[in-house]
Nanobody, 112 residues
Framework: VQLQASGGGLVQAGGSLRLSCVAP????????MDWYRQAPGKQREWVAS???????KYSESVKGRFTISRDNAKNTMYLQMNSLKPEDTAVYYC???????WGKGTLVTVSS
């Protein structure tokens, strides 16, 4: 079952966005989840991870600016993105470790 990411858009540098990812199914609370992104002309890169018990990890490029979280009651994962930079422009994807499941991405564009 496909994940559904949303919340992307156009924002000025220094601004904020919050992405959401709804993950259907009854196992969400037990699933590790990730955010990835792919900028134009570049390979997909890992952004952040959250475990089933909400342990979090971040790539160095977003540490201190992005926050990953989850709401198990809503089967939803979030990515709060602050202090956005033009280099954060990319399609953002959510990923569930169980079944190596990917969602359709949501485009984030940061203007300078």
């Amino acid at each position: 079952v496909q994940l559904q990411a949303s919340g992307g858009g156009l924002v000025q540098a220094g601004g904020s966005l919050r992405l959401s990812c709804v993950a259907p199914g009854s196992t969400f609370r037990y699933d590790g989840m990730d955010w990835y992104r792919q900028a134009p002309g570049k390979q997909r890169e890992w952004v952040a991870s959250i475990s089933d018990i909400s342990n979090t990890k971040y790539s160095e490029s977003v540490k201190g600016r992005f926050t990953i979280s989850r709401d198990n009651a809503k089967n939803t994962m979030y990515l709060q993105m602050n202090s956005l930079k033009p280099e954060d422009t990319a399609v953002y994807y959510c990923h569930r470790l169980r079944g190596d499941t990917w969602g359709k991405g949501t485009l984030v564009t940061v203007s300078s």
